[in-house]
């Protein structure tokens, strides 16, 4: 089974970016979509983005024209690009497989502050 290993957060001010990475412990050209979720605290874990294996990418409305998924197959590796990050992007980040997730990784957590 795949094991995922986010990184790349931090603490950055409004407006600032931030770009995570999402190791796999396996191959993941043969997976067909995966996303970028988070979770902020007291609140439910949400998709942020996703992205097919042909490169055909969704985003949250609250994210769109901010954020940009990417994945590189020969490194298995999914990113995220953040930018005009905002305070109330502040969670910790996950990365998965869409419809039937991997075990969770730790994430990564982002912080904007004000």
């Known amino acids: 089974q795949v094991q995922l290993v986010e990184s790349g957060g931090g603490l950055v001010q409004t407006g600032g970016s931030l770009t995570l990475s999402c190791a796999a412990s396996g191959s993941i050209s043969s997976i067909n979509v995966m996303g970028w979720y988070r979770q902020a605290p007291g609140k439910q874990r949400e998709l942020v983005a996703r992205i097919t294996r042909g490169g055909n990418t969704n985003y949250a409305d609250f994210v769109k024209g901010r954020f940009t998924i990417s994945r590189d197959n020969a490194k298995n590796t999914v990113y995220l690009q953040m930018n005009s990050l905002k305070p109330e992007d502040t969670a910790v980040y996950y990365c998965?497989?869409?419809?039937?997730?991997?075990?969770w990784g730790q994430g990564t957590q982002v912080t904007v502050s004000s």
């Open positions: 998965n497989l869409i419809p039937a997730p991997a075990p």
